[in-house]
Structure formats: structure tokens, C-alpha cells
């Protein structure tokens, strides 16, 4: 076996002088392991693994950020051992907090530059170390678009037979759920949104014509992609991002000249802070066509690629949790596949405050 990094063996000597900073406090690593598990259920086998004096495991970024909040405050452990919402601590509480998280996300930072990339633990675009809530907003179909089950008059009434991409909506609803089970997580229409829907966790499905909150929030972000809404286009708005100083137009690919079979179209994930509350976040999944949200969707929620996913964003982010992708979804058949961004040609644009790349 080799030996442990020593960046890797000086984070989980920090984590020990953490928990044992209280000697009038019996603070075991079952009890942390507890206390932390009221957000996500944690073994203190894996509490002992991030403390090992030999081989110590890489703790995922979303678990240093708990440390954090738990040993910012001896509030933490006056009782029961208890993880602490970001909310509750005070002005001197929340310095402390953010004191730990610049030096446990720095630590991890240098373990990460040592460790081979398949060591590392991959993180959890979808997982929320705070209290929420979360709304998904989703583009709404016109209703000349909309079946007769989308009227309420109608006795077999359908709510969902309004939204433009349900398809996407129902993924990201469930995983997002899945991973934060303890959150309150809201999906809507645009036209039912209320203002305290914005401020929280806020993820926006479709694009600007369905969607008009993601035109609206996209550009209060600054954001570097936007979409076009141009005529001449028969289906879909195409999407343009500034490269090397010149617009460059990002379009979908048809099988025939007329554009009757969709082969490959174009589907935009984003995450910045959130404009209207910048302790939260903004989330943006979408396309050219609905096949293109779907496909953006996909690539963070798909058992089988959303880690490699996950670990291309983390790479190429610099640590950054701020980035923005145009990628290439494929069709097969009618089917959307899930992009890889680690294949050749489908990650078409690359941005976060680290750089662009195209």
C-alpha cells in the first residue's frame, strides 16, 4: 500500500483536533457521525476512514462544510451533539464558520492536487448542506399546445399537462428529493411562482420562451450564454456565448435538409449564485428543443455517468462552484443519451470564473 499524501494525512489530523478540541466534551466519532446524519446518514466507520493515521479517506466537499457549521459554535454540543442550520449562527459564529471552510475546503484542495483523479470523492451538484427550500420552475406550454386533460374543467384534469417538460421536471423532482429528503422542494409553473419562491435553491427547466423567469434571472446573473429568440429559426432558439470575442452561434443538427428528424441538439446546464439571495443557488437546465433540457438534466442524475460528470465540472471548475456548459446531446432513435462531457466533441462551451474555454 502506498503511504498517505501528506496533505491527506494533515486534513485528517485537522478533523481530530476538531472533534477533540473540547476536552470537557466526550465528543466520539459515533456521536459526530449522528449529528451529522440528520441531513444525510453518515457511518462513524466513515467519520473514523477521514480521520486514519495511515490512509485516510478524502471526505466529499459537502461534509467539510458541516464540519464547519458544527465546530463554528460550541452551541453544537451543550446537549446532544447538534448540526446547526447556517441560519442559526450568529455574526460571530458565521465568521468562525466561514474561517473553517476557507482552510478545510484549502486543505482538501491539496489533497485533491496529490491524489490520482479516480481516488477522489465526487461531489453532489444536487445535494444541499443547508435548509433550503428548493423550487423547480418549469417552462409552461402555451395553451394552444395543451391537451383538453390541461384544463381544470375538465373532469380527468392533469396539472402536469401544462408543463413544457415534464419529462425533465419528474427526473430532476425525484433525485432532488432523493438527495435532500429532509428539504422542502417545490415545483411550478412560471405563472404560479410567488417572490419567496425565488430566494431559496431555485432551478429553472426550459428555455426563455416557456420560461420567461430564466431570460429574467439569467440576465440579472451576467451570464456568458444566452439564448436567441429569432424567427427565422423554424423550431427551438438557438444558443450564442462569446469566444475568443466573437459571438458564436451553437445550433442543432437535423438528419434531412427539411429538419424533420432531430440528431443531435444542444442543452445548457448552469449553476451560479442565486441573484436574489446569493447564500443560495441558481441552477439553470436547459436546451434548444426538450430534448436538449432532458439531456441536461441527465448528465447530473443518470446512475451511470453522473459521477464521471460530476468530476469533469470539479476538474475544470478550479474549485469554483460557479460554471456554465453547452453540450452535445445525442438522439438515437427518438431517445435522448446522456452526455458525457469527457467524450470527445460533446462539451461544446466551458465557463466559470477560473476561464472559458470552448
Not at 486534513?11 to 444525510?40: C, D, G, I, Y
Not at 391537451?147 to 432532488?176: M, Q, R, V
Request: some cysteine; overall charge negative.
Amino acid at each position: 500500500m502506498q503511504p498517505a499524501p501528506p496533505a491527506a494525512l494533515q486534513l485528517a489530523q485537522r478533523l481530530r483536533q476538531l472533534r477533540q478540541q473540547w476536552p470537557e466534551v466526550s465528543l466520539t466519532q459515533q456521536k459526530l457521525a449522528k449529528a451529522f446524519s440528520v441531513e444525510e446518514r453518515l457511518a462513524a466507520a466513515t467519520v473514523s476512514s477521514w480521520e486514519s493515521h495511515s490512509a485516510p479517506k478524502l471526505p466529499p466537499r459537502h461534509r467539510l462544510l458541516a464540519y464547519a457549521r458544527f465546530f463554528a459554535t460550541k452551541r453544537s454540543v451543550e446537549a446532544a451533539p447538534v448540526l446547526l442550520a447556517l441560519e442559526d449562527l450568529t455574526a460571530e459564529e458565521e465568521a468562525v464558520y466561514k474561517a473553517l471552510e476557507t482552510e478545510l475546503l484549502g486543505l482538501r484542495s491539496a489533497v485533491a492536487g496529490e491524489f490520482a483523479e479516480e481516488d477522489l470523492a465526487f461531489s453532489r451538484s444536487w445535494h444541499f448542506t443547508d435548509t433550503g427550500p428548493i423550487t423547480l420552475v418549469c417552462a409552461e406550454l402555451p395553451v394552444e399546445q395543451t391537451g383538453p386533460l390541461a384544463k381544470p374543467s375538465n373532469p380527468n384534469f392533469t396539472a402536469l399537462h401544462a408543463f413544457a417538460d415534464a419529462d425533465s421536471l419528474i427526473e430532476l423532482f425525484g433525485h432532488i428529493r432523493a438527495e435532500n429528503p429532509l428539504m422542502t422542494v417545490h415545483f411550478r409553473i412560471p405563472t404560479k411562482v410567488e417572490p419567496d419562491d425565488l430566494t431559496g435553491h431555485v432551478v429553472l427547466i426550459g428555455g426563455v420562451i416557456w420560461n420567461k423567469i430564466t431570460g429574467r434571472l439569467s440576465d440579472m446573473a451576467g451570464l456568458p450564454v444566452k439564448q436567441l429568440i429569432d424567427p427565422k429559426f423554424r423550431s427551438g432558439d438557438p444558443f450564442v456565448a462569446k469566444i475568443e470575442g466573437k459571438d458564436h452561434e451553437f445550433l442543432p443538427t437535423w438528419m434531412d435538409r427539411e429538419g424533420g428528424i432531430l440528431t443531435e441538439d444542444v442543452g445548457l446546464l448552469v449553476r451560479v449564485p442565486n441573484p436574489l439571495n446569493s447564500s443560495r443557488t441558481l441552477t439553470i437546465c436547459n436546451g434548444i428543443h426538450s430534448k436538449g433540457v432532458y439531456g441536461a438534466v441527465r448528465t447530473l442524475t443518470d446512475a451511470r455517468l453522473r459521477e464521471v460528470n460530476e468530476r469533469y465540472i470539479s476538474t475544470h471548475s478550479g474549485g469554483s462552484d460557479s460554471f456554465a456548459i453547452l453540450m452535445s446531446v445525442k438522439v438515437i432513435m427518438d431517445t435522448v443519451i446522456t452526455p458525457d462531457f469527457n467524450s470527445d466533441g460533446v462539451v461544446l462551451y466551458w465557463w466559470s470564473p477560473q476561464g472559458t474555454r470552448a
